[in-house]
């Protein structure tokens, strides 16, 4: 019998932990993950804060799925341009559409199309040198309004205030940053509708904020209050910490809604509400949303199509509940195997439509070149350059190491 | 005598430094792999040796993983005097508890009277250290060490 062919769309965590699960469950199935960039690993890579590398440990393990023989990376192939539904149900046996929740949710009240309004998502990857951000980079001026309370946010407030020094060990790639943030940032307000016990944001990341050098947090609407939680605690300290004058004030407004983006053409302030209807006007010059991502319409899927990751649950869950979910697929796919839903015989991989495409040796290309063009003290120095990215990707004469990890 | 890994992970690290461990070894050794999810401490057998590999999740908690394993131990602890095992662990030395996860099994394990052999093994995730490099070398140090307990030939 035809070994299964499995053709995942979207290399990210959720497609990588896909193709784990099913190249262990399967072992003679025939797995190609497809991407629309010519690399691999999606948020890991663009949606990771630079400074949180240890986050990215888990790429070690997609590095070694890639090494098997049976599995297959294929960069630059664009679901919906390149290659559609029914033309990957005639290539494989089992499709698995793993391609997230990329798109920022709208704050929906007037003035959000100003310019200086930008989503969290939009800002992290022009932050993490996304090739397609470059064309129409954002701009952050000092003063910010920053919209949300989750951790989006909390990465919001500690990118924005880091000094050069504090970057140290990570892959920010400090020409960039100095185009997004022309000049130090010097004042946020910070609006998060829940109050401060129920902000979303974890302990762990308001711990972090406590150890940058320049901000001074305070409360300037609503109050921390006296319940605990471990975040209100965390929250308590890193107001209490700072007290001496600073060149960064970081004000929280807790408890208030976004009434409106105030301007003419730009954003020139934000009207905030308070739920005892009380109206302030913050002067900002850029408005950060982090209110979460826009899912995409989950039609019903035909057969031996499955989904997972930020497609299937919505835009919730960390990077190790991908790993769950991916046991679950696994779970699924036998189970249609078993009642003959999936009879396996298509042609696979060698199906797929030519094109520019890289492939995971490619990958080791860039990532060696990355690493070998880094800086003092940072990690890698990434090509945000789509035609370097291909270049570099397709040039067999580069020097590959061997894949990080070899143990043999 | 075999060599057991036994592995406590969240995202798949831990699990994945097993695997290789076990490559690794697995011309010199019996080895046999355990998830600690699907692992009951009390069938645990002071006749293999034990090569512990365990996460630690957030800041300085146990991976999901781990959990059952940890609180079947506490709850219940069996008689593990005579068992030999090395511990090795996955942490973030950015968090104030570094590869806290493990230290809680370690801790769990001696209180049920096993006792902990050779080298303590840490990997820091916000290192450019390679893992799988860091697991094999501390598995081939301990059992060197350990050698005169396993018996090269088993």
Same mark, same amino acid.
């Given at each position: 019998?035809?070994?299964?062919?499995?053709?995942?769309?979207?290399?990210?965590?959720?497609?990588?932990?896909?193709?784990?699960?099913?190249?262990?469950?399967?072992?003679?199935?025939?797995?190609?993950?497809?991407?629309?960039?010519?690399?691999?690993?999606?948020?890991?890579?663009?949606?990771?804060?630079?400074?949180?590398?240890?986050?990215?440990?888990?790429?070690?393990?997609?590095?070694?799925?890639?090494?098997?023989?049976?599995?297959?990376?294929?960069?630059?192939?664009?679901?919906?341009?390149?290659?559609?539904?029914?033309?990957?149900?005639?290539?494989?046996?089992?499709?698995?559409?793993?391609?997230?929740?990329?798109?920022?949710?709208?704050?929906?009240?007037?003035?959000?199309?100003?310019?200086?309004?930008?989503?969290?998502?939009?800002?992290?990857?022009?932050?993490?040198?996304?090739?397609?951000?470059?064309?129409?980079?954002?701009?952050?001026?000092?003063?910010?309004?920053?919209?949300?309370?989750?951790?989006?946010?909390?990465?919001?407030?500690?990118?924005?205030?880091?000094?050069?020094?504090?970057?140290?060990?990570?892959?920010?790639?400090?020409?960039?940053?100095?185009?997004?943030?022309?000049?130090?940032?010097?004042?946020?307000?910070?609006?998060?509708?829940?109050?401060?016990?129920?902000?979303?944001?974890?302990?762990?990341?308001?711990?972090?904020?406590?150890?940058?050098?320049?901000?001074?947090?305070?409360?300037?609407?609503?109050?921390?209050?006296?319940?605990?939680?471990?975040?209100?605690?965390?929250?308590?300290?890193?107001?209490?910490?700072?007290?001496?004058?600073?060149?960064?004030?970081? /004000?929280?407004?807790?408890?208030?809604?976004?009434?409106?983006?105030?301007?003419?053409?730009?954003?020139?302030?934000?009207?905030?509400?308070?739920?005892?209807?009380?109206?302030?006007?913050?002067?900002?010059?850029?408005?950060?949303?982090?209110?979460?991502?826009?899912?995409?319409?989950?039609?019903?899927?035909?057969?031996?199509?499955?989904?997972?990751?930020?497609?299937?649950?919505?835009?919730?869950?960390?990077?190790?509940?991908?790993?769950?979910?991916?046991?679950?697929?696994?779970?699924?796919?036998?189970?249609?195997?078993?009642?003959?839903?999936?009879?396996?015989?298509?042609?696979?991989?060698?199906?797929?439509?030519?094109?520019?495409?890289?492939?995971?040796?490619?990958?080791?290309?860039?990532?060696?070149?990355?690493?070998?063009?880094?800086?003092?003290?940072?990690?890698?120095?990434?090509?945000?350059?789509?035609?370097?990215?291909?270049?570099?990707?397709?040039?067999? /004469?580069?020097?590959?190491?061997?894949?990080?990890?070899?143990?043999? | 005598?075999?060599?057991?890994?036994?592995?406590?992970?969240?995202?798949?690290?831990?699990?994945?430094? %097993?695997?290789?461990?076990?490559?690794?070894?697995?011309?010199?050794?019996?080895?046999?792999?355990?998830?600690?999810?699907?692992?009951?401490?009390?069938?645990?057998?002071?006749?293999?040796?034990?090569?512990?590999?365990?996460?630690?999740?957030?800041?300085?908690?146990?991976?999901?993983? #781990?959990?059952?394993?940890?609180?079947?131990?506490?709850?219940?602890?069996?008689?593990?005097?005579?068992?030999? *095992? %090395?511990?090795?662990?996955?942490?973030?030395?950015? *968090?104030?508890? *570094?590869?806290?996860?493990?230290?809680?099994?370690?801790?769990?394990?001696? #209180?049920?009277?096993?006792?902990?052999?050779?080298? *303590?093994?840490?990997?820091?995730?916000?290192?450019?250290?390679?893992?799988?490099?860091?697991?094999?070398?501390?598995?081939?140090?301990?059992?060197?060490?350990?050698?005169?307990?396993?018996?090269?030939?088993?």
């Amino acid at each position: 019998m035809s070994p299964l062919s499995i053709g995942i769309v979207g290399a990210g965590p959720a497609g990588c932990f896909a193709a784990q699960a099913l190249s262990k469950d399967f072992m003679d199935a025939e797995i190609t993950i497809l991407d629309r960039l010519p690399v691999p690993f999606g948020l890991l890579r663009y949606g990771v804060a630079a400074d949180h590398q240890g986050t990215k440990a888990v790429q070690h393990q997609f590095e070694r799925l890639f090494s098997r023989p049976n599995v297959e990376f294929v960069g630059g192939l664009d679901y919906g341009r390149d290659v559609d539904l029914d033309r990957l149900r005639s290539i494989f046996d089992v499709v698995v559409l793993a391609t997230g929740a990329p798109d920022d949710r709208r704050l929906g009240v007037e003035g959000e199309t100003l310019e200086g309004v930008i989503g969290a998502g939009r800002l992290t990857r022009a932050l993490n040198s996304h090739p397609e951000a470059g064309a129409e980079l954002p701009v952050v001026l000092p003063r910010v309004g920053i919209v949300g309370s989750g951790n989006v946010a909390a990465d919001l407030l500690r990118l924005l205030s880091k000094t050069s020094v504090e970057w140290d060990g990570s892959d920010m790639d400090d020409a960039l940053l100095h185009q997004i943030l022309p000049r130090p940032v010097t004042e946020v307000h910070l609006i998060s509708r829940s109050d401060a016990v129920e902000a979303r944001w974890d302990a762990a990341m308001l711990r972090e904020l406590a150890s940058l050098k320049r901000p001074r947090f305070q409360v300037l609407t609503g109050s921390i209050g006296s319940r605990g939680s471990p975040e209100a605690d965390a929250l308590r300290e890193l107001v209490a910490a700072r007290s001496e004058p600073t060149d960064l004030s970081i /004000n929280l407004h807790f408890a208030c809604v976004v009434e409106q983006v105030l301007g003419r053409d730009r954003v020139e302030g934000i009207r905030i509400r308070s739920h005892t209807g009380l109206r302030k006007d913050l002067p900002v010059d850029t408005v950060l949303t982090a209110i979460g991502f826009e899912p995409r319409p989950v039609e019903t899927v035909p057969p031996r199509v499955y989904r997972t990751g930020w497609l299937r649950t919505g835009p919730q869950g960390t990077i190790p509940a991908q790993r769950t979910l991916s046991k679950q697929l696994a779970l699924e796919i036998a189970r249609d195997l078993r009642s003959g839903l999936i009879q396996p015989g298509r042609p696979g991989c060698a199906a797929l439509p030519a094109g520019r495409t890289t492939n995971f040796a490619g990958w080791r290309r860039i990532d060696a070149y990355e690493r070998a063009q880094a800086v003092e003290q940072r990690v890698r120095l990434k090509i945000s350059d789509i035609e370097t990215l291909y270049a570099v990707g397709q040039d067999a /004469n580069l020097a590959v190491a061997p894949a990080r990890g070899t143990s043999k | 005598m075999k060599i057991i890994i036994l592995f406590g992970t969240e995202s798949g690290n831990a699990e994945l430094l %097993a695997d290789e461990v076990a490559e690794a070894i697995g011309n010199r050794f019996p080895v046999v792999k355990h998830d600690m999810s699907e692992t009951d401490p009390m069938e645990l057998s002071p006749g293999d040796f034990h090569l512990v590999i365990c996460s630690t999740h957030g800041e300085g908690v146990l991976p999901s993983g #781990a959990v059952p394993f940890a609180a079947a131990l506490d709850r219940d602890p069996p008689d593990l005097r005579g068992l030999r *095992y %090395a511990m090795f662990g996955l942490g973030d030395h950015s *968090y104030d508890h *570094y590869a806290r996860g493990s230290e809680i099994i370690d801790e769990h394990l001696r #209180a049920a009277g096993a006792e902990r052999v050779g080298l *303590y093994g840490r990997y820091d995730a916000s290192s450019q250290d390679d893992p799988v490099q860091l697991a094999c070398e501390w598995a081939f140090a301990v059992l060197n060490e350990a050698g005169h307990l396993i018996g090269e030939n088993a």
